[in-house]
């Protein structure tokens, strides 16, 4: 039986290095194709992408801030100061 199989995949190896070389020689053989095209003019408009992106609301949730300290002296002085 490990004859038979050891034949066989011996002759698949002959088939398949026979099969190679065949297409290697055919390959060689074929020259490439060249194509040669007309000119050709196009005219037109080029349009631009649109894109739009929507936000939502946002809920800064924020409130009044109160004033614990009066800058009234502060800036008084300052004025008082030179260069004024």
Do not use: C, D, H, W
């Amino acid at each position: 039986m490990k004859r038979a199989t050891s034949v066989i995949l011996l002759a698949l190896m002959l088939v398949a290095l026979a099969a190679s070389v065949a297409l290697a020689q055919g390959a060689k053989k074929r020259q490439p194709r060249v194509i040669q095209l007309e000119e050709i003019v196009i005219e037109g408009r080029v349009q631009k992408p649109n894109a739009f992106y929507i936000l939502n609301r946002s809920n800064l949730g924020y409130e009044v801030l109160e004033l614990r300290t009066s800058f009234l002296r502060k800036v008084v002085r300052s004025v008082q100061k030179e260069p004024f």
